[in-house]
């Protein structure tokens, strides 16, 4: 009977984890395994939402799968947005982490306390950062490498978000060739691809993350904000 008991409260205690927020369910990719980007496995676990509590427990995971067949957690250090990029498994559910104000759809790297939105519709530099800015984001700040090195993994990682160019946050458009962040924080780190920046008109302002060749995968460039781009919205935790 205790054991009864026990085994009923881990399981209201799971669901209330999953209905209160940390974990949302992406049916979507039900019966669908992903084989890249794979943190660990853990075996013997008894439901999806003991998975989420185990991810929870590992600061670098964003995402879970859970295989019924194996009671099995395998989790990644990436939010998959293509299910059809995935293999075909019976019995699978697959699970975004979400906490600390993180909104379901958004990436969250707990390691960089990190929070963004990838957005696959193009439009110029002012009408992204208004629609970040209409939800209190702003273009996404890339300013150290780990940062970049998960953002270009994260794009990578499915069909659907390996677009061509992002922009991402930082204008020099006050004092050409100085290069600001949103909140007017000189930017220390660059990541731009070769021969760029390039300085051509005082219109250059803005800055994309662009896939040119395979050597220099969404490294930065400096382009005009009329350009039609996708963009990246980052949410302040």
């Given amino acids: 009977m205790v054991s009864r008991l026990i085994i009923l409260c881990f399981v209201s205690y799971a669901t209330a984890l999953i209905n209160a927020g940390f974990g949302s369910k992406l049916s979507q990719f039900d019966d669908i395994i992903m ?10 676990v008894s439901s999806g939402t003991q998975c989420v509590i185990l991810c929870l427990q590992t600061n670098a995971c964003v995402s879970v799968f859970y295989r019924r067949q194996h009671r ?23 699970y975004s982490l979400k906490t ?18 990838l957005h696959l519709n193009k439009i110029n530099h002012n009408n992204g950062l208004a629609d970040c800015t209409s939800r209190g984001e702003h273009l996404v700040v890339i300013d150290t490498e780990d940062k970049q090195n998960h953002i270009v993994k994260q794009i990578t990682s499915s069909s659907a978000s ?18 600001l962040l949103h909140d007017g924080r000189p ?10 920046p390039e300085n051509k008109t005082p219109n250059f302002d803005v800055i994309t993350a662009s896939k040119i ?12 904000p009329v350009e039609k781009k996708y963009y990246i919205c980052q949410k302040d935790l």
């Fill in 35 to 44: 084989s890249i980007s794979v943190l660990s496995h853990v075996s013997n």
């Fill in 72 to 94: 099995r957690c395998q989790f990644h250090d990436v939010l998959f947005m293509s299910p059809e990029d995935g293999e075909q498994e019976t019995g699978t559910e697959y």
């Fill in 100 to 117: 600390d104000g993180c909104p379901p759809g958004y990436v969250q790297n707990r390691l960089l306390n990190f929070c963004y939105q």
């Fill in 162 to 179: 390996q677009r061509f160019s992002y922009y991402i946050d930082g204008s020099d458009a006050d004092t050409e060739g100085q290069w």
């Fill in 187 to 196: 930017m220390t780190y660059f990541a731009w691809s070769p021969g760029f």
């Fill in 213 to 224: 060749i395979p050597e220099y995968i969404f490294t930065w460039q400096d382009r005009s």
